[in-house]
């Protein structure tokens, strides 16, 4: 189940790594953060490989609804009263200028790139869209609260960010990729000091950054402890209405709309990876029942790595890994927090001050609330039976139904029917 962006669009292919090489900065992943991460440091004038164990863009940027905003949930609010008024100043910050970097590039490049304001609304109590506007006020940013919305249900309203944008997001890969230095289908086994060891060759680096959505290296980091990965599907609509905006509940599980042409996207059916949840079958009954003479085009679905406290992790791997960097934990926002990766992370290899690293290292503080629930997961999951474990760390495959895969809920790993890896953090297939 390809989703819409396959349709139009020719990604440049690459060659398979033959032999050594040396190089100054490893980057490992070829999804939206990789590339804009090489492209970044290539005009900069700093050598660079990027090593894909695919195609380039053809995982979890492939499959986004491609909203470019710096409203992320009813987020503000939360991040003034857990980390104050600075904290969440500079988080704003650092996403309004990965924003305009995409606007500037978007100038030049043919992706369907389209100014949209942006809706968070919800079902339920309307005191949390004014907390989010105090909020956004104390911070230095003007909201609007948006009573009547043109969703086919009732709401409480909406935050609303005006002049966001949203574009095609493979069409703008395509472009930026063009001439930088991939291998595809090289697939990083192992990492010995700075050394990456594939099947095919080796690559030597100064810098390494790890851009694989789910770090894939367990012996440094916790990540195993700090993230979970979440599902979300989306059906392409023809002959539905055109939303004048992008609209997104608060709620994980909640519903989100766009238009692409004479498309309407309807995402929602979220569930945590390897638990049950509403998926494709959610969708098609809301959409007969909202939408009767909408026809479905295509379906796709997404996973998006989850933070303990809804920021990215962006920085020095951990601590004690001074040349190891990592890009993970978007929280269903990969397309600005790619964006802003690819700059903090540049500046980062160059040894330049960036004025944003504290808010999203990897090494803040990981005593929050879904910590404890993320442990509880995998040690409930270790002790369940199943007739698959995950190779990652041992945890039991569940059957996804849906799209017919074995999906771990500890980690986010999945794998088709016969076994064959289809998201890390799991390195290799399952054993017969």
Request: hydrophobic share 35%.
């Amino acid at each position: 189940m390809r989703s819409l962006w396959h349709r139009d669009v020719c990604l440049p292919s690459f060659p398979q790594l033959q032999g050594h090489q040396k190089t100054d900065v490893l980057i490992i992943g070829g999804g939206m953060a990789g590339i804009l991460t090489a492209r970044i440091l290539r005009q900069n004038g700093v050598e660079c490989i990027l090593l894909e164990k695919e195609r380039i863009c053809h995982g979890t940027t492939a499959n986004t609804t491609a909203k470019i905003t710096f409203q992320h949930g009813l987020l503000y609010d939360k991040l003034l009263k857990q980390s104050g008024r600075e904290y969440a100043q500079k988080y704003l910050h650092a996403n309004r200028l990965a924003f305009d970097k995409y606007a500037e590039l978007c100038e030049k490049i043919d992706c369907d790139y389209e100014i949209r304001d942006n809706y968070v609304y919800t079902v339920g109590n309307a005191a949390k869209l004014e907390q989010e506007l105090a909020a956004l006020d104390k911070i230095g940013y003007h909201a609007e609260f948006c009573e009547k919305l043109p969703l086919p249900f009732q709401t409480a309203g909406a935050v609303k960010f005006p002049q966001q944008a949203q574009f095609h997001p493979l069409k703008f890969a395509a472009a930026i990729a063009k001439g930088l230095p991939v291998y595809e289908r090289t697939t990083v086994r192992e990492l010995r000091g700075n050394t990456a060891v594939t099947d095919c060759g080796e690559i030597s680096a100064s810098h390494v950054i790890v851009t694989t959505h789910f770090p894939f290296l367990n012996k440094h980091g916790s990540y195993f402890l700090k993230l979970y990965q979440h599902r979300s599907y989306v059906l392409a609509l023809d002959n539905a209405p055109d939303m004048d905006g992008m609209y997104v509940d608060d709620s994980k599980t909640g519903l989100s709309f766009r238009n692409y042409r004479n498309y309407l996207l309807l995402g929602g059916g979220g569930h945590r990876t390897g638990k049950h949840g509403g998926n494709w079958t959610e969708l098609r009954h809301l959409a007969k029942q909202y939408y009767p003479t909408a026809e479905e085009s295509c379906c796709w679905a997404a996973q998006d790595c989850m933070s303990l406290d809804d920021v990215p992790y962006i920085g020095q791997y951990s601590g004690s890994t001074v040349h190891l960097y990592t890009a993970t934990g978007f929280n269903k926002w990969g397309m600005t927090g790619s964006m802003l990766s690819a700059m903090l992370l540049s500046d980062m290899v160059q040894g330049r001050r960036n004025d944003f690293a504290d808010v999203f290292s990897p090494s803040r503080s990981i005593l929050k609330p879904q910590l404890f629930l993320n442990g509880f997961e995998a040690v409930m999951n270790l002790l369940s039976l199943s007739p698959k474990r995950c190779p990652h760390l041992g945890c039991a495959l569940k059957w996804n139904c849906a799209e017919h895969s074995w999906d771990c809920p500890c980690h986010g790993s999945r794998f088709d029917e016969q076994g064959r890896v289809l998201e890390n953090p799991a390195n290799g297939d399952l054993k017969r």
